[in-house]
């Protein structure tokens, strides 16, 4: 496509994101800064239309953008537009003051920051569980018969369940039960935590299978919570004050949140635009998804969804969702690092005890 004929198509679709009214040859001519006669522009406007970028009002002499049209002035234009250095500094400065002591805190922050600075709803998906392995799992007794068991991860996540047993527990059993949890809970993979695993730790026990096997089975439901992918929702009111979208389909969107999910999760790498009523999926209509991923230790952990109007500023937002997706990933690789390194010193530390 000419770059002239390109051009008209962001007049198009830049006026109608800013008015909402169809657009016609003349606003054009005022807009662009090309020696061409309203004519001229006024034939490439049903060219554009002939090929389905634009589409023509019955009501109006004007043009406004299809979903494809859309789509091309997105992977066009939006490219072009970076953030400020400023703007840069700014979100820098957002996660600098961000207080969070996991991995799903940090992410839930990031997403609550994006609804504000974008004033658009953002959907969270976050997959980091699958990246954490068991660090400590502890039994302490609360009562009669009444143990807490306390699970810890690397990601930082703590998990407690109260279980009840048939007879209260020794001190020698309760600490049995410690060495084992360490020898053989320690250090394992939340995602390797399967069924068969958790038959055969239960073999494990022994003599003592009957009675610990409510702690083992505690310690399974814990590791499958802490694996399921946590869907989170931030500034849910900025869709339900736009005039621009349906109540009813904003709020039926809103109770079926696994639908968003589900998008998320086979959302590509990079940036995705989905539209309402375009995708049974996704049925808000004239509304806009923007999805992007962010990831850990090179690995998708979880990702970002813009919901708003389809006269969203693409040439803003998407810069502002990219930038925030990279600071995610970032911050979550580098406390990985971390984690590791703290793992080397303290295996390092506990070596010297030993000889020692």
């Known amino acids: 496509m000419e770059k002239r004929t390109l051009k008209i198509l962001e007049a198009v679709v830049d006026q109608y994101i ?21 004519a001229t522009i006024r034939n490439e406007m049903a060219m554009l ?26 992977e066009t234009f939006t490219p072009e537009h970076e953030l400020t250095s400023q703007q840069k500094a700014q979100i820098d400065e957002i996660f600098d003051k961000i207080d969070a002591n996991t991995d799903s805190e940090l992410i839930e922050e990031a997403g609550r920051a994006l609804a504000e600075v974008t004033k658009c709803a953002i959907v969270t998906s976050n997959e980091t569980g699958k990246f954490s392995v068991i660090t400590k799992v502890e039994v ?22 109260v279980c009840r047993l048939q007879v209260d527990l020794t001190n ?21 935590v399967s069924d068969e695993f958790i038959e055969s730790l239960s073999s494990a026990l022994g ?4 009675l610990m096997s409510p702690l083992i089975k505690g310690v399974a439901e814990m590791t499958a919570e802490m694996m399921n992918e946590q869907v989170n929702m931030e500034g849910e009111t900025h869709l339900i004050t736009c005039d621009q979208l349906q109540s009813h389909e904003i709020a039926a969107m809103l109770e079926s949140r696994s639908q968003l999910t589900e998008i998320l999760t086979n959302a590509f790498s990079g940036i995705n635009i989905m539209f309402g009523k375009e995708d049974e999926t996704f049925v808000v209509s004239n509304s806009s ?13 979880g990702g970002f969804g813009v919901i708003g109007p389809m006269r969203l500023d693409y040439k803003k937002i998407i810069p502002y969702i990219e930038y925030f997706s990279n600071k995610v990933t970032n911050m979550l690789s580098t406390d990985s690092e971390d984690e590791e390194l703290l793992t080397i010193e303290r295996e390092a530390t506990e070596s010297e005890q030993k000889e020692n």
Request: hydrophobic share 35%; glycine share 10%.
């Open 140 to 161: 302490i007794p609360t009562g009669r018969r009444m143990y807490m068991l306390l699970l810890i991860t690397s990601g930082g996540s703590i998990k407690n369940r």
């Open 49 to 74: 239309e002939q090929q389905g970028y634009l589409e023509h009002p019955h009501t109006s002499a004007g043009r406004v953008p299809t979903f494809s049209g859309y789509r091309l002035y997105i």
């Open 18 to 38: 800013l008015t909402g009214e169809p657009v016609g040859s003349k606003l054009v001519q005022e807009k662009l800064d090309i020696n061409v006669s309203s």
């Open 207 to 210: 003599s003592y299978m009957m």
């Open 289 to 301: 998804m923007i999805t992007s991923s962010f990831e850990k230790d090179g690995h998708k952990a």
């Open 172 to 192: 020698e059993q309760v600490q049995f039960f410690t060495r084992f949890a360490e020898e053989n809970l320690t250090g394992m993979n939340l995602e390797n």
